[in-house]
């Protein structure tokens, strides 16, 4: 049976909007997330913009594992975060990667999507999509 013209167009731009926007960390879309990143946060807070720079941080420099996006005021305050960090407003991901730190420094400094980027001396990096700064 063929779908009725106006059905097939919602579909496909469903699946477009989907695909898109990052929406694939929406429960039942998983199957369209394919990049080499591993999530032990909240994924489905980060914007498309952050998730796109560290599907392209996988694609260059090899597996990446998120380990911090959404904090709430207290477990920012126990991890030393700033008052008005981006983390609580879901727009801050720190991740590790292997490689080297002043090439992936580099390459995030490169990305449009990035404003405020770091390396820390524990081995992970935060980037947020606030103004253009690190620290």
């Known amino acids: 049976m063929a779908y009725p013209r106006r059905l097939r167009a919602i579909i496909v731009s469903v699946f477009l909007v989907a695909t898109l926007t990052g929406c694939s960390s929406i429960p039942g879309f998983g199957w369209l997330d394919r990049s080499n990143i591993t999530w ?3 994924k489905w807070c980060v914007p498309g913009s952050l998730k796109r720079v ?11 594992t998120v380990t911090s996006t959404r904090r709430w005021w207290l477990e920012n305050w126990w991890k030393g975060g700033a008052p008005h960090s981006l983390h609580r407003s879901c727009r801050a991901v720190d991740f590790n990667v292997a490689g080297n730190p002043r090439s992936v420094v580099a390459f995030l400094r ?26």
């Open 110 to 135: 490169a990305q449009r999507e990035v404003g405020g980027y770091k390396h820390y001396s524990g081995g992970h990096y935060h980037i947020d999509n606030g103004r253009r700064r690190t620290w």
């Open 40 to 42: 032990e946060d909240t």
């Open 54 to 64: 560290l599907t392209r941080v996988a694609d260059r420099y090899g597996h990446v």
